[in-house]
């Protein structure tokens, strides 16, 4: 067992303990809510995706104008795992992660409730320029950096398995996305899965892109959820539609083109290289990507999911899926707004992705 899971099964049960003891009737509005997200490793305030423009644009602050609540955000280096940690301690109200670290942290007990999609994660496999590495075949017998315990150890995992090799083939090295630069640059490591961060060193000559979720499909894109504690949902309902409702304006101002330049800017303050962040969406449609509903695609996505983690032991329990799931929120956030021609209800992908 990781340090982190033991750190999440420690506080988890004062955790539950508090839940049972939470207030039976809903408060108007809480004092503060705490959000939390992914960072980048950089050590910047800021983040991505689309709690990053809620916050960068007042989508969210806006929504509790004229309120006592207080909103505070976090970006955190250990990203997904850490956030666990944060949400068993008590630390976090909302939280935008990865789905491993969801799946991880649910299965694990951590009562959480899935309530908006934050949009996609780029996955990139980078290779130094000096090996012959062109495919995720070519990576037995080397070193392999990946931030473990993140949804890109997931689609790292997923690359291997369909290329026919498995961890024993590899020898795994738990980097953070901006450790990996380091490593890479230094020739420490042969290769590593990752983020747009990638890009800087194949600009720089370093590295060679073998791998990119984006010529594979949506299907291959990481991705994950927007995530509210039990107890604070159950405390403060009307502060769970506010949030959605803020999270909905923010998709929709992402879904305007002529935001696409302030977009990239303020996702920029994460550490992320401007010039990466234009490479990783070029020719994607952010109308498309950053739908934020909970539909048959992204529930289907947590299906398999949660299939592939039990498959590979990193959960033993069940997850009632149906359960975890919070779509009306969005979905009424959407109704209210009239933005419904913006962001469709999609089926379930039929077709897994290849590698």
């Known amino acids: 067992m990781t340090l982190w899971k033991s750190l999440v099964g420690v506080a988890l049960s004062a955790l539950i303990v508090s839940g049972a003891q939470a207030q039976t009737a809903p408060a108007a509005q809480p004092d503060t809510i705490r959000f939390g997200g992914f960072g980048q490793g950089f050590g910047q305030p800021y983040g991505l995706a689309l709690l990053a423009i809620?916050?960068?644009?007042?989508?969210?602050?806006?929504?509790?104008?004229?309120?006592p609540t207080k909103l505070t955000f976090e970006y955190f280096t250990g990203t997904?795992?850490?956030?666990?940690?944060a949400i068993a301690n008590r630390r976090l109200d909302f939280a935008q992660y990865g789905a491993l670290p969801n799946i991880v942290g649910k299965a694990a007990g951590l009562p959480t409730r899935l309530v908006a999609s934050y949009g996609p994660t780029t996955v990139f496999a980078?290779?130094?320029?000096?090996?012959?590495?062109?495919s995720f075949k070519d990576l037995a017998g080397k070193r392999v950096a990946v931030a473990k315990g993140t949804v890109l150890h997931w689609a790292f995992l997923k690359g291997l398995e369909a290329n026919g090799l498995t961890l024993n083939d590899v020898t795994l090295l738990d980097l953070s996305t901006a450790d990996q630069l380091a490593?890479?640059?230094?020739?420490?490591?042969?290769?590593?899965?990752?983020?747009?961060?990638?890009?800087?060193?194949r600009d720089k000559g370093a590295v060679k892109i073998f791998y990119s979720s984006n010529d594979v499909g949506p299907k291959a894109?990481?991705?994950?959820?927007?995530?509210?504690?039990?107890?604070?949902?159950?405390?403060?309902?009307?502060?769970?539609?506010?949030?959605?409702?803020?999270?909905?304006?923010s998709a929709a101002w992402l879904a305007e083109d002529s935001h696409r330049d302030e977009a990239l800017t303020i996702w920029s303050k994460s550490g992320v290289a401007l010039s990466s962040l234009k490479a990783e969406f070029d020719g994607v449609a952010f109308k498309t990507v950053f739908?934020?509903?909970?539909?048959?695609?992204?529930?289907?996505?947590?299906?398999?999911?949660?299939?592939?983690?039990?498959?590979?032991?990193?959960i033993r329990a069940d997850i009632d899926l149906k359960q975890w799931v919070a779509p009306s929120y969005v979905d009424d956030a959407i109704n209210q707004l009239g933005v419904a021609a913006l962001f469709p209800v999609r089926p379930a992908a039929p077709s897994a992705a290849s590698y």
């Open 80 to 85: 997904g795992p850490a956030i666990n940690e």
């Open 126 to 134: 980078a290779a130094r320029a000096d090996l012959p590495i062109h």
């Open 291 to 314: 739908n934020p509903r909970i539909d048959p695609f992204l529930v289907d996505q947590y299906r398999d999911a949660i299939a592939f983690s039990k498959a590979q032991k990193l």
């Open 183 to 201: 490593a890479l640059a230094a020739g420490s490591i042969d290769a590593a899965v990752g983020t747009s961060t990638l890009l800087a060193l």
């Open 221 to 249: 894109a990481g991705f994950g959820a927007i995530a509210v504690t039990e107890a604070f949902e159950k405390a403060y309902p009307d502060a769970v539609r506010r949030v959605a409702r803020g999270l909905v304006r």
């Open 54 to 67: 809620a916050q960068g644009k007042g989508f969210l602050a806006d929504e509790f104008k004229g309120t």
